[in-house]
């Protein structure tokens, strides 16, 4: 049975939901940061195809991404467990659980980072618009979405990883 046909769930467990098997698609040396981050990609078991919703837990140490910020999707992120810290281009800002943020597109650079001694665990929702373009403000490295949903990376100068 194809992808397409197979039925999808009206409700369940978002723990259940396997986590996603690449850790990362950033190319190294970025990829291995990702280490201490898992997601499971809860929009993509429900065939939705406008947001992407994910339950990303981090492990102390570990961070949600590289200091980015986007060109044209928004992202809102809810804690559900932990203390993570919120790193901008703004300040740093401590978080818990019940707290939330959000990044317009074109807005301030954002990350996660947990410098707790416990996991963190959130809710994180994007859009997927068209067109979008990632740059990161303290690595050699910036992204576009190509029109097949797959994201491609380069060094600022547009040569390629």
């Known amino acids: 049975m194809s ?21 990362s698609v950033y190319p ?13 990609q ?7 195809k406008n947001f992407g919703v994910n339950l990303t837990r981090i492990a102390p140490g570990g961070e949600s991404s590289l ?10 992120i809810y804690i559900l467990e932990g203390t993570p810290t919120l ?3 703004d300040g740093e800002f401590a978080l818990a659980p019940g707290m939330c943020a959000g990044f317009p597109a074109g807005g301030i650079a954002h990350q996660l980072v947990n410098r707790s001694d416990a ?8 859009d997927r618009t068209a067109g979008d373009e990632g740059s990161y403000p303290n690595d050699d ?3 576009e979405l ?4 797959q994201w491609r990376f380069s060094r600022k100068d547009g040569t390629p990883y």
């Open 3 to 23: 992808d397409a046909a197979k039925p999808q769930p009206v409700a369940l467990r978002a723990a259940d939901v396997a986590p996603r098997t690449k850790p």
């Open 28 to 40: 190294e040396p970025f990829f291995s940061r990702m280490a201490r981050r898992e997601k499971r």
């Open 141 to 143: 490295i910036k992204a």
């Open 119 to 126: 996991d963190v665990v959130y809710l994180e929702v994007g």
């Open 67 to 76: 200091l980015h910020r986007h060109s044209r999707q928004d992202e809102f």
């Open 42 to 48: 809860l929009s993509d078991v429900f065939g939705l």
């Open 146 to 149: 190509g029109t097949d949903g």
């Open 87 to 89: 790193v901008t281009d």
